[in-house]
Nanobody, 123 residues
């Protein structure tokens, strides 16, 4: 009943920019946190950035100063602006959200994942 839909991935050359979007839809009462993870081939999924209700943000060290996470609470949407992209940023990027929503006939807090969007950065 709660879904996350991502958009905005693609292929760019090193130094370029991309903006990812993730919209949460369904029976949502509250969103506590939204964030982005990525998984490169042969590697574990890693946290890229998070945005917690109240405004605090957190970034993985390698993206600090290059990526910016932001939220539009009215649209239940989180964005990831990625600048100065490097080949090592190549990965599938996943949206993640901690949401209090309607599950069946009850309210329940759960973690939800988007389907993933490919980001490819060429040198």
């Amino acid at each position: 009943q709660v879904q996350l839909v991502e958009s905005g991935g693609g292929s760019v050359q090193a130094g370029g920019s991309l903006r990812l979007s993730c919209a949460a839809s369904g029976s949502i009462f509250s969103i506590y946190a939204m964030g982005w993870y990525r998984q490169a081939p042969g590697k574990q999924r890693e946290l890229v950035a998070t945005s917690i209700s109240g405004g605090s943000t957190n970034y993985e060290d390698s993206v600090k100063g290059r990526f910016t996470i932001s939220r539009d609470n009215a649209k239940n949407t989180v964005y990831l602006q990625m600048n100065s992209l490097k080949p090592e940023d190549t990965a599938v990027y996943y949206c993640n959200a901690d949401i209090l929503g309607l599950v069946g006939s009850s309210s329940k807090e759960a973690l939800y994942w988007g389907q993933g969007t490919q980001v490819t950065v060429s040198s």
